[in-house]
């Protein structure tokens, strides 16, 4: 019997799980959950996890147990990040989720984000670009990751960073949860993004390299994929419409700029933003509109895809039998036999 893996991704903002079955090409999900949980609320002022919030989140993980239960797991990782990694009050959060769900959280580092973050979402970057800057706009911080691409199709991590903005800390901050915003608020929260990124492109020069037009922009996260499903015009969100979707530079500041200037009640209006991120999403367009702007891009490639994915792969690779890999050396063999021989 195939062995059933699951992955859950906790962030400051939302649960997700899935849980899927390894696939010749990849693997099949069979089940998903996700809810926005918002377990980072109020963090960035006594650096702290609040019980309404820890609440929530527990509630969300219960329905994760039951799932992966009753799906038969054998195999798992479950990941918690940038709450748990700078809540003083973490490591009571994770004894009572053990206590609670029977789930086992594992606070990841930063860095160990941005690798998971790049194994999801890798099949995205398009044959022939030697770069990509990879990109996720989470709840409590967001990761920028630049990759090289090699000859054989792999890629490797040649710089990252882990700005300490993301959609929930940057609108608590600077107090528009749940208000218009008006537009020099806009501007300071892109401008306090913008700071990091000069210090990220100072110490990779990013710039030279994306000159050459051999670089894709590559973002993975609530606030990309929920200003493409406005871009296409969706009247309910649907995933195979936006993973793989490509939106224009110009596009996407014009789409940020009018998501800022609405009320809060006409983004909750929105049917692919809604009332549960109405509250965020201005911060998430300032963050995506700095990222663009700083280096100037003209295109931008959507990914409904990430953390979870990259932990399914990473797995299912480790997991991979013995045998198989015998199967492949031999296949490698034969090949290079062949090439001999014609040679």
Not at 196 to 207: G, I, R, V
Not at 282 to 294: D, H, K, N, P, Y
Not at 322 to 341: F, L, T
Request: with cysteine.
């Amino acid at each position: 019997m195939r062995s059933i893996y699951s992955a859950i991704d906790l962030g400051t903002n939302n649960c997700r799980l899935l849980i899927a079955r390894p696939t010749k090409g990849g693997f099949r999900v069979i089940d998903a959950f996700s809810r926005i949980v918002r377990l980072g609320e109020g963090v960035s002022n006594g650096n702290r996890l609040s019980e309404a919030a820890m609440e929530r989140t527990i509630e969300a993980l219960k329905v994760c147990a039951d799932k992966i239960n009753r799906r038969g797991v054998t195999c798992m990782r479950h990941v918690a990040t940038e709450a748990c990694r700078v809540a003083d009050n973490s490591d009571e959060f994770i004894e009572r989720v053990k206590r609670e769900t029977g789930l086992n959280l594992d606070v990841i580092s930063a860095k160990e984000e941005a690798r998971l973050a790049v194994m999801g979402c890798q099949s995205l970057i398009a044959p022939g670009n030697r770069h990509a800057l990879v990109f996720d706009i989470g709840g409590g911080s967001t990761e920028l990751i630049w990759v090289r691409m090699l000859p054989d199709g792999r890629s490797e991590i040649s710089g990252w960073m882990s700005i300490p903005w993301g959609v929930v800390n940057l609108s608590e901050s600077y107090g528009t949860i749940g208000k218009t915003v008006p537009p020099e608020r806009y501007a300071e929260m892109t401008g306090v993004v913008e700071q990091h990124l000069k210090a990220f492109e100072e110490a990779h020069q990013l710039s030279d390299v994306i000159k050459r037009r051999q670089t894709q922009f590559l973002g993975t996260s609530g606030t990309v994929t929920t200003l493409a499903s406005l871009h296409l015009k969706l009247p309910r969100y649907v995933r195979e419409k936006v993973d793989g979707a490509w939106m224009k530079s110009r596009d996407i500041h014009a789409l940020s700029r009018q998501v800022a200037e609405m009320t809060h009640g006409e983004r909750s209006a929105q049917p692919c933003i809604g009332p549960e991120r109405a509250d965020l999403v201005v911060a998430g367009c300032a963050i995506l509109e700095a990222i663009l702007g700083q280096w100037n891009v003209p295109s931008l490639r959507v990914a409904d895809r990430g953390i979870r994915e990259g932990i399914l792969r990473g797995m299912m690779h480790v997991e991979e039998p013995p045998q198989r890999h015998r199967q492949r050396r031999r296949s490698q063999a034969r090949r290079q036999d062949r090439v001999k021989s014609n040679g």
